[in-house]
């Protein structure tokens, strides 16, 4: 089981996107607090009333991780996560290798359907396509990343004796896919390498467009079932889980046994990667986060 440090959302409008501290900075303490992995999210026109609302602004997370790569040397670079339908797919594959080659072969494209209309609206992608857009995506994408020519005709994109590098590090690029349906779910076991299932408060299923998770015993057989089909493609699936207990920023020394207890039945359901995020407020607070996390949960697994 390893660690992924997410660089902490912006809420609202009022605050600057870069409060928990220099991006280049944080991530060169996360790598030394031994932190395996780093990522952002995505939204790229986000609605005000969504964000007074709840909702987060975020980095570029492809600028952004391309920006981490260069000042760290371990960490796995995540788009936790990416949504696809938003790019022409050759232009998402072209910035997914550019990372990875330039990183040395650490990006993973965390990869989604969305679910804002309004960003779709402003992209200029058709909702009710993200779908079949989605799945051209998983076909046009590996293609491009062979680094040899290559023609391909779908519903929305072609490409006619084309050739695309640079040729990533890796031979795929593993992508992780996000959501808890049966179609997402399906994806993952078919056609990717890791799953990063939501963790959907009540109530918002409707406006995420997918279920809930019904606690652990579904997340372990959910998990199980998609290693089985993934094991007849001779892949081993990532998977991430979210760490959202509020308590992690502010009482370390007092929970650390009920931290690790929850470590180790997330690990029983088969989760690989534990994602977490610090205090959003302040550089210090996110330092003095990410040292204490180290040292009381990273540290003592090595």
Same mark, same amino acid.
């Given at each position: 089981?390893?660690?992924?440090?997410?660089?902490?959302?912006?809420?609202?409008?009022?605050?600057?996107?870069?409060?928990?501290?220099?991006?280049?900075?944080?991530?060169?303490?996360?790598?030394?607090?031994?932190?395996?992995?780093?990522?952002?999210?995505?939204?790229?026109?986000?609605?005000?009333?969504?964000?007074?609302?709840?909702? @987060?602004?975020?980095?570029?997370?492809?600028?952004?991780?391309?920006?981490?790569?260069?000042?760290?040397?371990?960490?796995?670079?995540?788009?936790?996560?990416?949504?696809?339908?938003?790019?022409?797919?050759?232009?998402?594959?072209?910035?997914?290798?550019?990372?990875?080659?330039?990183?040395?072969?650490?990006?993973?494209?965390?990869?989604?359907?969305?679910?804002?209309?309004?960003?779709?609206?402003?992209?200029?992608?058709?909702?009710?396509?993200?779908?079949?857009?989605?799945?051209?995506?998983?076909?046009?994408?590996?293609? @491009?990343?062979?680094?040899?020519?290559?023609?391909?005709?779908?519903? @929305?994109?072609?490409?006619?004796?084309?050739?695309?590098?640079?040729?990533?590090?890796?031979?795929?690029?593993?992508?992780?896919?996000?959501?808890?349906?049966?179609?997402?779910?399906?994806?993952?076991?078919?056609?990717?390498?890791?799953?990063?299932?939501?963790?959907?408060?009540?109530?918002?299923?409707?406006?995420?467009?997918?279920?809930?998770?019904?606690?652990?015993?579904?997340?372990?057989?959910?998990?199980?079932?998609?290693?089985?089909?993934?094991?007849?493609?001779?892949?081993?699936?990532?998977?991430?889980?979210?760490?959202?207990?509020?308590?992690?920023? @502010?009482?370390?020394?007092?929970?650390?046994?009920?931290?690790?207890?929850?470590?180790?039945?997330?690990?029983?359901?088969?989760?690989?990667?534990?994602?977490?995020?610090?205090?959003?407020?302040?550089?210090?607070?996110?330092?003095?986060?990410?040292?204490?996390?180290?040292?009381?949960?990273?540290?003592?697994?090595?």
């Amino acid at each position: 089981m390893q660690f992924m440090y997410q660089y902490p959302e912006t809420n609202g409008t009022d605050r600057d996107m870069l409060d928990a501290g220099p991006v280049d900075e944080v991530a060169r303490a996360a790598e030394a607090a031994g932190f395996t992995g780093f990522s952002f999210t995505e939204h790229p026109v986000p609605g005000a009333r969504w964000l007074e609302s709840g909702g @987060h602004q975020s980095l570029d997370p492809f600028a952004a991780l391309a920006f981490v790569a260069a000042v760290t040397t371990r960490m796995r670079l995540l788009t936790y996560l990416s949504v696809v339908p938003y790019r022409n797919p050759f232009l998402l594959a072209k910035a997914a290798a550019t990372v990875d080659k330039l990183s040395g072969g650490r990006f993973v494209l965390g990869a989604g359907t969305g679910y804002l209309k309004g960003e779709f609206r402003a992209l200029g992608v058709d909702f009710d396509e993200r779908n079949a857009l989605f799945d051209e995506a998983l076909d046009t994408l590996p293609l @491009h990343w062979k680094g040899e020519p290559f023609s391909y005709k779908g519903a @929305h994109f072609e490409a006619r004796e084309a050739i695309a590098r640079p040729r990533p590090v890796q031979d795929p690029i593993p992508i992780w896919i996000g959501g808890n349906s049966k179609l997402a779910r399906r994806r993952v076991a078919e056609r990717a390498q890791g799953w990063m299932p939501l963790l959907i408060p009540p109530g918002a299923e409707a406006t995420v467009r997918s279920p809930g998770l019904e606690g652990l015993k579904q997340l372990g057989e959910y998990v199980a079932e998609m290693q089985d089909t993934a094991s007849t493609r001779g892949v081993v699936l990532d998977v991430t889980y979210p760490y959202h207990d509020p308590a992690v920023h @502010h009482t370390l020394d007092k929970d650390v046994a009920r931290h690790d207890e929850a470590f180790a039945e997330l690990i029983e359901a088969g989760v690989t990667w534990i994602v977490v995020s610090g205090p959003a407020d302040s550089f210090t607070a996110t330092l003095e986060f990410l040292q204490a996390f180290g040292e009381r949960y990273i540290t003592p697994r090595r």
